[in-house]
């Protein structure tokens, strides 16, 4: 089994839409928690940074941190064909660790 | 204000041969990381470096594979005699606290 879990998707909306994307680990040393958004042979580019749990705001980006259920989910509201692309759920222990282990990503389409 | 670089971006080397990877952090950064993104897989961490010293390269293979962050320049990921099975993009990602991590672009290297 995975450290963290992330369907693959493909995902197709169309725009305007909200769209809910989830990870789940079993990693309870898990602390920090992020989503990444990376365009087609491009880099991840960071779009929230979270800590423990709780929810966190960013325009039209949500981040929601459950740790009793292992479980953390980004929402984006009124979804755009630009924001077509894979999301990367991340996520690291706290202290010294700072590798980030990852989801293997959804792809997402906003359709016009 | 220049964001993580990484050359070349794309590395063509036949089996047996040396590939060299370079990453230049953001300014003022002096954490950086590597991860690889294998064909259909997701981004696994290999190795995280301070300026001079390897911090943890748990996830680094034990042969073949070495890292460097000297004190001037950008950090290197050299791998020797390359085999199929490194064909890969290779990211590399810097951060000022080590806390958020910022990805380059990625060097995608192919294997004949």
């Known amino acids: 089994q995975k450290e963290v879990e992330q369907d693959p998707g493909p995902l197709s909306v169309p725009e305007g839409a909200i769209v809910s994307l989830n990870c789940t680990y079993s990693?309870?040393?898990?602390?920090?928690f992020m989503w990444y958004r990376q365009y087609s042979r491009k880099g991840p580019e960071l779009l929230m940074y979270t800590y423990s749990s709780g929810n966190k705001e960013d325009g039209r980006f949500t981040a929601q941190v459950d740790k009793s259920s292992k479980y953390i989910s980004l929402f984006i509201r009124d979804s755009q064909p630009s924001d077509s692309a894979t999301y990367l759920c991340a996520m690291r222990g706290g202290g010294s660790a700072r590798q980030l282990t990852f989801g293997s990503g959804t792809q997402l389409t906003v359709l016009p | 204000n220049a964001g993580v670089m990484q050359n070349p971006r794309h590395l063509v080397r036949r089996r047996g041969q040396e590939a060299r990877l370079r990453c230049s952090p953001m300014?003022?950064?002096?954490?950086v990381y590597w991860y690889r993104q294998l064909p259909e897989e997701g981004l696994k961490f290999m190795v995280y470096l301070q300026k001079e010293n390897i911090i943890d390269e748990s996830g680094m293979p034990k042969e073949r594979f070495s890292a460097e962050f000297p004190k001037e320049g950008p950090s290197i990921l050299r791998i020797q005699q390359v085999v199929r099975g490194d064909s890969a993009a290779y990211f590399c990602?810097?951060?000022?606290?080590?806390?958020?991590?910022?990805f380059g672009p990625g060097t995608r290297l192919t294997v004949l």
């Open positions: 990602a810097s951060s000022a606290t080590g806390q958020e991590q910022f």
């Open positions: 300014k003022g950064h002096s954490h």
């Open positions: 990693n309870s040393a898990f602390q920090y």
